[in-house]
T-cell receptor, first 116, second 113 residues
Framework: GAVVSQHPSRVICKSGTSVKIECRSL??????MFWYRQFPKQSLMLMAT?????????EQGVEKDKFLINHASLTLSTLTVTSAHPEDSSFYIC????????????FGPGTRLTVT | GENVEQHPSTLSVQEGDSAVIKCTYS??????FPWYKQELGKRPQLIID?????GEKKDQRIAVTLNKTAKHFSLHITETQPEDSAVYFC????????????FGTGTRLTIIP
């Protein structure tokens, strides 16, 4: 199946700093990618839909100025957590669908963010 | 928007027995229903999916049933094995247009050897 990568896999940052997470579709083009957040022992919550060449669509309650999304190419979307705080510590996962082949959405391996 | 409920939250079964996890959804426009298995700290892995034009789909020990009228779908795992222990999530989306997945709350399945 299609492959989606994320970088970094783990990051620890200090409160008040910004962190950028990359999501790449390695063998297909994705006009749309999705960003999820997962707290321990909880489900995946969609944060936003990343649209190539246009603004992201944010879910209700997600601050667009805090979670900046850029989808500059058909294979790369980035999520920047600005002015991170300890409550932003979570597992962030992206996904993308290869529309050529199936309905399946492929998930990246996730990024564990810890804000100290 | 879509709302997906999932039950039970935890499930323990003896090895070899069957496990059933149930989900309901609210948006009649949803037409794609995947099931994911997630191990601790790992990405969700698709184990089976079903589209709304069929009522049942089976892949070896795993099957999914869909009742569009009642808006519910279920995952059935037969002949359970220890490696089936994980957290399972159901999800719903539209296959065209807005493809975002709405996840259920998850079921922690434990297979007792």
């Amino acid at each position: 199946g299609a492959v989606v990568s994320q970088h970094p896999s783990r990051v620890i940052c200090k409160s008040g700093t910004s962190v950028k997470i990359e999501c790449r579709s390695l063998d297909f083009q994705a006009t749309t990618m999705f960003w999820y957040r997962q707290f321990p022992k909880q489900s995946l919550m969609l944060m936003a839909t990343s649209n190539e060449g246009s603004k992201a669509t944010y879910e209700q309650g997600v601050e667009k100025d805090k979670f900046l999304i850029n989808h500059a190419s058909l294979t790369l979307s980035t999520l920047t957590v600005t002015s991170a705080h300890p409550e932003d510590s979570s597992f962030y996962i992206c996904s993308a669908r290869d529309r050529r082949t199936s309905y399946e959405q492929y998930f990246g391996p996730g990024t564990r963010l810890t804000v100290t | 928007g879509e709302n997906v409920e999932q039950h039970p939250s935890t499930l323990s079964v003896q090895e070899g027995d069957s496990a059933v996890i149930k989900c309901t959804y609210s948006d009649s426009a949803s037409n794609y229903f995947p099931w994911y298995k997630q191990e601790l700290g790992k990405r969700p892995q698709l184990i089976i999916d079903i589209r709304s034009n069929v009522g049942e789909k089976k892949d070896q020990r795993i099957a999914v049933t869909l009742n569009k009228t009642a808006k519910h779908f279920s995952l059935h795992i037969t002949e359970t094995q220890p490696e089936d222990s994980a957290v399972y999530f159901c999800a719903a989306s539209m296959s065209f247009g807005n493809e975002k997945l709405t996840f259920g709350t998850g079921t922690r399945l434990t297979i007792i050897p």
